[in-house]
């Protein structure tokens, strides 16, 4: 690589690092200011200020967050659990017996294909009459049907990459179908999983159409609880900034602690012998 080709490298990198990092220590820097500091015109208060706690006591005094946490953490962990049971096995009887000969597949992956809020209006008068409004059963069961669709199609490009020889010797040894799934391929295809269930459970995380159109109080997640910091009034920096630093937390260590296998996953079958 040519001198100017490293420079132009270094550049963009340092560009997309900005965009990527900014944002997060915008919202951690302002989260320990005092509304005086937030609202400063010094340059130099931008990042040398006296931190404070009093934005997470209003927090945590004023407004259900732990409640609203806790919703969020019931309704993303289990939808999420239950998109990757149904869409392993799913994807790998769409890449190993072309159940539906390719109109399944295709059937199950246009539910993404549309807008989410296309899809409001039918849901929310069926939730309606269903009376699943406002209840983390009903918002785990839009995130299972929206999420479950992703993850079948991109499992099945992981499975696809398997060689079924694999199996057929595996069958040769005695091995029941059960086992060769449990014992062989989800081995293999690990990394696979590893991002699949990432993506889904970002994903449920951070949803905020449906949460703001189907919860109210029971079953409010915490992304609608800070979208209620911007008022027609004021906006409260403060408050806003607390709630976001901690909800940002958990999907931030998840995804460093399975950074190995994500890396894995997004080049699974990029390199062919």
């Not at 099945?156 to 020889?165: A, Q, S």
């Amino acid at each position: 690589m040519s001198t100017l080709g490293k420079v132009m490298f270094w550049l963009v990198t340092a560009f997309v690092l900005f965009v990527i990092v900014a944002p997060l220590a915008w919202i951690y820097l302002t989260a320990f200011k005092s509304p005086n500091d937030i609202f400063t015109t010094e340059a130099r208060k931008l990042i040398f200020f006296k931190p404070t706690m009093e934005n997470f006591n209003r927090l945590f005094r004023e407004f259900p967050f732990w409640d609203n946490f806790l919703n969020t953490v019931i309704i993303s962990v289990s939808s999420t659990v239950v998109v990757m049971v149904i869409s392993s096995l799913a994807a790998y009887s769409f890449a190993r017996w072309n159940t539906g000969k390719g109109h399944l597949l295709f059937t199950t992956i246009s539910t993404r294909m549309f807008p989410g809020v296309v899809a409001a209006i039918p849901f929310f008068v069926m939730y309606r009459n269903l009376g699943f409004l406002d209840t983390r059963f009903g918002l785990a069961l839009l995130h299972i049907y929206f999420n479950t669709s992703f993850a079948t199609f991109l499992l099945y490009g992981f499975f696809k990459e398997i060689p079924e020889e694999l199996e057929q010797a595996a069958m040769v040894d005695g091995y029941s179908r059960v086992d060769i799934f449990r014992k062989i391929v989800l081995p293999l295809v690990r990394p696979g999983l590893a991002v699949t269930a990432v993506f889904c459970l970002v994903w449920s995380w951070n949803e905020f159409l449906f949460s703001f159109l189907f919860t109210r109080v029971a079953a409010r997640p915490v992304t609608v609880l800070i979208s209620s910091f911007w008022g027609s009034i004021e906006v409260q920096y403060g408050p806003m900034a607390a709630g976001a630093a901690i909800v940002i937390l958990p999907t931030l260590v998840a995804a460093w602690f399975m950074q190995r296998y994500i890396i894995r996953g997004l080049t699974f079958g990029a390199v062919k012998g």
